[in-house]
């Protein structure tokens, strides 16, 4: 089945720094979203894409979703301690019925 | 307007036993997803349900685990006769439709002694 690819696994920045994170699809995708794990809770969705080019913003986040709709980034500017925890990227492949698919995640974490 | 609810967060139980975690989708959402997730892994589908009906249950073990979502109440995800290996968190998602975007619970960890 499709699958979504995310690396690294972890992300080690600096306060302030700017990050960025992409996923990667051998397949398109229809819609792409991008959520965030803190530890002992559940993904929070923080943007969603819906249109192959679409730029979106969310505060300090911003989001692609790629021209070939095979792939998306997520952006983190200037980021903070409260910045840390898991980065997932989601979506549906092309075709009806699909399922949402989910990468592996990357872990982010800010020295302060 | 609430979130997924999810209850207990935690479930302690012994070899043997049975666990029955819930899930309250959000208001105006009729599609409920179970996933389970392990320390340092990402999460894995298990079984997605609409109102009375099991649409896909191709992640869900075959023995041991059903889930159900009645037309009243949560939606139940049921593990009869746990093993040390069902140790995870479980987490719900719900979402208004198929292909929106899906919103979580804060999970059930259930811990296996």
């Known amino acids: 089945g499709q699958q979504l690819n995310q690396s690294p696994q972890s992300m080690f920045i600096q306060e302030g720094e700017d990050v960025s994170m992409n996923c990667t699809s051998s397949s398109i995708f229809n819609t792409w979203l991008w959520y965030k794990q803190d530890p002992g809770e559940g993904p929070v969705l923080l943007i969603a894409l819906y249109k192959a080019g679409e730029l979106t913003s969310n505060g300090r986040l911003t989001a692609q979703f790629g021209i070939t709709r095979k792939d998306s980034f997520l952006n983190i500017s200037a980021s903070i301690p409260s910045d840390v925890g898991i980065y997932f990227c989601a979506g549906f492949p092309s075709g009806a019925n699909s399922k949402l698919t989910f990468g592996k995640g990357i872990t982010l974490s800010v020295r302060p | 307007n609430a979130g997924v609810m999810q209850n207990p967060r935690h479930l302690v139980r012994r070899r043997g036993q049975e666990a029955r975690l819930r899930c309250s989708p959000m208001?105006?959402?009729?599609?409920v997803y179970w996933y389970r997730q392990l320390p340092e892994e990402g999460l894995k589908f298990m079984v997605y349900?609409?109102?009375?009906?099991?649409?896909?249950e191709s992640g869900m073990p075959k023995e041991r685990f059903s889930a159900e979502f009645p037309k009243e109440g949560p939606s139940i995800l049921r593990i009869q006769q746990v093993v040390r290996g069902d140790s995870a968190a479980y987490f719900c998602?719900?979402?208004?439709?198929?292909?929106?975007?899906?919103?979580f619970g804060d999970g059930t960890r259930l811990s296996i002694l």
């Open positions: 349900l609409q109102k009375e009906n099991i649409i896909d």
């Open positions: 208001k105006g959402h009729s599609h």
């Open positions: 998602a719900s979402s208004p439709n198929s292909n929106q975007p899906q919103h």
